[in-house]
DNA sequence: CCATTCATGTAATCGGTTACATGATTCT
DNA sequence: AGAATCATGTAACCGATTACATGAATGG
């Protein structure tokens, strides 16, 4: 074997190989894998993607089929090889650097000492609604996901597990957004008709 | 005046002059109110500092004066101008998109049902401490910022409003984030030893 | 002696977004 | 008639990271 030196894998490769593994798929499919905000804590457009996939091919990770199609175009049909799947695991077992988040809104939140603060509440009140929505939708797919996985949802080895484990994660983040977002709303308002 | 095409502000550009509105810097006093973990939602190195200044300049957003120093090497100190801390309160009103997140430890909780259990929930358990300590790093600060400040914490015209802001989030992100690590590890590992 | 802090810059590279490009089918 | 879905690609640009580059003073 020639793993002389292995061209470190971006992020979005592993993410490819993180959906392939649940079965093949075409480009178009990964996209939409990775479409918000279905990819919670992940997302791509096609024109990142394409090209990707076929880096992956090139390492070796990824083999394709072409399907064609009677009524829409044909599709390129993209599988894990086993070389694919072992790298997957072997990124899996690596260490993960925490993320580093830029985040405007919390920027904002710092300057907001010199914003009008009703105007700021207003616009807090609206990111509060959209978390707020973000959080029921997510809720409504655990609820989905219970019914159609079973058991699986809490079987380590089943693919139900990451995708809820994923779900729980969104579910705590948005409901944390939504309640800094109402906190700050509030505390803006509360200065603004002192008693 | 001529705002013909305003060549929209980045980001970064915005979190310089919202450092620089809490009094004049120098690039590399930026660099340090922008470096991990004080700039808790942003964060940028020097080399991408030095030429966003510059650029804020050519705008007419920021000056700067040389300050001469013996013993150390002479600083360009910058500071706001009335059209800077315009442009920072247009921004302040503006709508803000919600974030994109890309979480690469999310990411492979979404692919953990391929990974070995107790090795996962080992790594899951070095997060929850990472996040515990950014944590408590959080409310360390946000103690002190309660004696330096006094009240100025709760008036949203103080400077120190916006840190409290900042700093609230941070506790609620990181507090959230280590539950959830926890859960995951617990849910790996029960399902290893069944009773 | 070596690492760190202060202090400022440039260059190469990489990852991601937006726009360009094409084209059939189905739904409103 | 126009929009949306399926399907795949390329090119230009922008933001961010890493590395290159210099140099004096202080602390272990």
Chains 1, 2 share one sequence.
Not at 6 to 29: E, F, M, Q, R, V
Not at 80 to 88: F, S
Not at 164 to 187: N, Q
């Amino acid at each position: 074997m020639d793993i002389v030196s292995a061209p470190t894998l971006s992020l979005l490769g592993h993410a490819l190989l993180g959906l392939l593994a649940h079965g093949p798929k075409s480009g178009y499919d990964l996209a939409q894998g990775l479409r918000d905000p279905v990819g919670l804590f992940w997302h791509a457009g096609h024109s990142q993607i394409y090209p990707e996939l076929a880096r992956l091919e090139a390492a070796g990770l990824v083999r394709h089929t072409v399907v064609p199609q009677a009524d829409r175009p044909d599709k390129k049909v993209h599988e894990l090889t086993p070389e694919g799947a072992a790298a997957l695991r072997a990124w899996l077992a690596a260490p993960t650097d925490v993320p580093k988040v830029r985040d405007e809104l919390v920027l904002k939140a710092f300057c907001v000492w010199l914003a009008d603060p009703p105007a700021a509440a207003r616009l807090l009140r609206d990111h509060a609604r959209a978390h707020e929505e973000r959080l029921a939708g997510y809720e409504r797919r655990l609820a989905d996901f219970a019914r159609e996985a079973g058991d699986g949802l809490h079987r380590p080895a089943s693919p139900w597990f990451g995708a809820h484990a994923v779900l729980r994660r969104g579910i705590g983040y948005e409901r944390e957004y939504r309640d800094w977002c109402v906190w700050l709303a509030d505390a803006l308002e509360a200065a603004e008709r002192p008693s």
